[in-house]
């Protein structure tokens, strides 16, 4: 049931508008990989199953609905898009991994009412540095009076990227 729920925010909230709340555009996705990379390389997919999915929905604290994540790569350097819910929205989250810390985190696309404060420098700068610690970051994060699923939302997508990096890196030949 919660997957359907999931599914069925994500669809409506990929819409210019959902329940009368815009969305607000901050980086397409175009200039969040220029950005990132000299030359943006070819994208890769990695297939969401077994341990890893399980890996996904312990870090996330919920089932993760799609079956893969793309992802662009160029040494130690990866870039990430993922969409995850905040409080009834999805959140479009472009995250950095260099060398297994957090580069970069930037707010994409904001859909919520409130906590729009995420996509802030303040805020996602923190972020920087920080490595994953089992299923968790290895600092604490500094949340934002009136956007506590925000946060939250960000600050486990940024473990999660984290362990996909690991994951994808152990996984090089």
Request: a positive charge; zero cysteines; hydrophobic letters at 40%.
């Amino acid at each position: 049931m919660y997957k359907l729920l999931y599914v069925v925010l994500l669809i409506i909230g990929s819409g210019v508008y959902a329940a009368g709340i815009p969305q607000i555009e901050y980086l397409k996705k175009h200039d969040f990989l220029a950005q990132t990379f000299e030359q943006t390389p070819k994208w890769k997919m990695l297939r969401l199953k077994g341990d890893v999915k399980k890996r996904v929905e312990a870090i996330l604290k919920h089932p993760y609905s799609s079956k893969r994540i793309r992802y662009w790569r160029d040494g130690a350097r990866s870039a990430w898009i993922i969409d995850e819910i905040g409080k009834e929205m999805p959140i479009t989250m472009g995250l950095v991994v260099n060398g297994g810390a957090i580069e970069n985190i930037e707010i994409m696309v904001y859909r919520e009412e409130r906590g729009g404060e995420v996509h802030q420098a303040f805020f996602t700068q923190q972020f920087e540095g920080m490595t994953l610690i089992k299923n968790g970051l290895s600092a604490e994060v500094d949340g934002i009076t009136g956007a506590t699923l925000s946060v939250d939302a960000v600050t486990r997508v940024a473990a999660m990227v984290l362990y996909l990096d690991q994951y994808v890196q152990s996984k090089k030949t």
